[in-house]
C-alpha cells in the first residue's frame, strides 16, 4: 500500500492557507508510504530521505507557529522568506524525485503513458516551485506581482491535482509484491459478472507479471549489495 499511503500525505499538501498546521501530517505520512517504496528504485529511496527532512522542517516550522501563538510573533520578514524559500525547495525536490520514481517503475511495468505524464509533470513541478520560491524573496512591490501571484496560485493547486491523478494511477494500476488486486462486490446481473470475471483475470494476470518484475529487480538489488 505504498502508492496509496502517499497518495494521502500528499493530499495534505493542499493546505496552502496554513501549511505550518498539516506539514507534520504530510510529511510523516510520505515518509511512510516511501519507506514502502524504498526498495523499488533509487528515486523513491531518494525521496524518503527528502520526505525525512521535510518532516524535519516541518516540526521547526510548527514549533515557531506554536511559540507566536502563545508568546508573541517573531515578525522577522527575513526569516518568513527563507522558511518560505526553504519549504518550496524541499517540497519541490520531495515531489520531482517522487516523480521520477513513478515515471521509472511505469516504464519497468510497460505502462507508457504513466510515465510519460509523471515526466511531464516533473517539468511543470520545476517550473512551478521556481517561481514560488522567486515570489518568496523580498522583491519590491510591482504591479505585476499580484497577477504573477495569481498565476503561481493556480499553477500550484493545478501541479497538486494533476500530481495526485499520477499516485492514484500507480496505486490502482501498480500492484506491489504482496499486495491484492482488490475484487468488485458480486451483481445481481450475471452477465455483469462474467464480464467482472474476465477483467479481473485479466488484470490479475498483468499484475502478476508486474510484481514479478518488480521482486526480481529487487532481489537482484540485494544480490549486488551482498
Excluded: H
Amino acid at each position: 500500500m505504498g502508492f496509496g499511503t502517499l497518495f494521502i500525505g500528499y493530499f495534505f499538501l493542499l493546505n496552502l492557507v496554513k501549511p505550518d498546521l498539516t506539514d507534520v501530517i504530510a510529511a510523516s505520512v510520505m515518509l511512510l508510504g516511501l519507506y514502502k517504496l524504498s526498495f523499488v528504485n533509487k528515486y523513491f529511496k531518494a525521496a524518503m530521505t527528502s520526505a525525512a527532512v521535510f518532516l524535519a522542517f516541518a516540526l521547526g516550522e510548527l514549533g515557531i507557529s506554536a511559540y507566536e501563538m502563545f508568546f508573541r510573533e517573531i515578525g522577522s520578514q527575513t526569516l518568513v522568506s527563507v522558511m518560505s524559500s526553504a519549504r518550496y525547495l524541499i517540497v519541490g525536490a520531495l515531489t520531482i524525485l517522487v516523480l521520477k520514481g513513478c515515471e521509472t517503475v511505469a516504464r519497468e511495468v510497460d505502462i507508457k503513458y504513466l510515465a510519460e505524464k509523471s515526466l511531464r509533470m516533473i517539468t511543470f513541478t520545476v517550473i512551478t516551485y521556481v517561481l514560488w520560491i522567486f515570489l518568496s524573496l523580498p522583491i519590491p512591490n510591482n504591479s505585476f506581482l499580484p497577477i504573477l501571484a495569481g498565476i503561481a496560485l493556480i499553477a500550484r493547486l493545478l501541479l497538486i491535482f494533476i500530481n495526485l491523478t499520477v499516485l492514484y494511477t500507480c496505486y490502482m494500476k501498480i500492484c506491489m509484491p504482496g499486495e491484492e488486486v482488490p475484487k468488485d462486490k458480486p451483481s445481481r446481473f450475471k452477465f455483469v459478472n462474467e464480464y467482472r470475471a474476465r477483467r479481473a483475470e485479466r488484470d490479475r494476470e498483468i499484475a502478476e507479471k508486474r510484481a514479478e518484475l518488480l521482486r526480481e529487480r529487487a532481489a537482484k538489488k540485494k544480490g549486488r549489495k551482498k
